[in-house]
């Protein structure tokens, strides 16, 4: 482990360059040229300037959908308490028909528990 990182610091070791290196590489490069003013081509050609449509059409798209977003959501929104409401009403009714049918079977039991017992005949009582 060692050996290799021995390798690599030698191989990978700072080298100077040789004598007049920096002159002869400045001596290869081209001559510098001034600068050219770069001109947009619309205006060269005489293109007509965008109006103020195409100035505002993407923030008033943006704007557009953002508000159809909100009215949409807020249909979703109204469908869904409406379907709600819908379902708690039928809850509601069927609530109260059981309560009925409950309420009419406690008064038959009650009545059957509070009716006064029928007389014995006295055959029903020499039985025992």
Do not use: C
């Amino acid at each position: 482990m060692n050996d290799v990182e021995q390798k690599l610091r030698r191989a990978l070791r700072p080298v100077s360059p040789p004598e007049g290196f920096a002159d002869r590489v400045m001596r290869a490069l081209p001559e510098r040229r001034p600068s050219a003013d770069v001109v947009p081509l619309d205006i060269v050609r005489g293109a007509p300037r965008p109006g103020p449509w195409h100035r505002f059409s993407t923030p008033a798209a943006l704007a557009a959908s953002l508000v159809l977003a909100v009215f949409a959501g807020r249909h979703v929104a109204v469908q869904r308490m409406e379907a709600e409401q819908r379902a708690g009403l039928a809850a509601s009714r069927e609530l109260m028909q059981a309560l009925r049918v409950t309420s009419q079977k406690l008064d038959l039991a009650y009545e059957a528990v509070h009716r006064p017992a029928p007389k014995a005949t006295p055959e029903e009582e020499n039985r025992s």
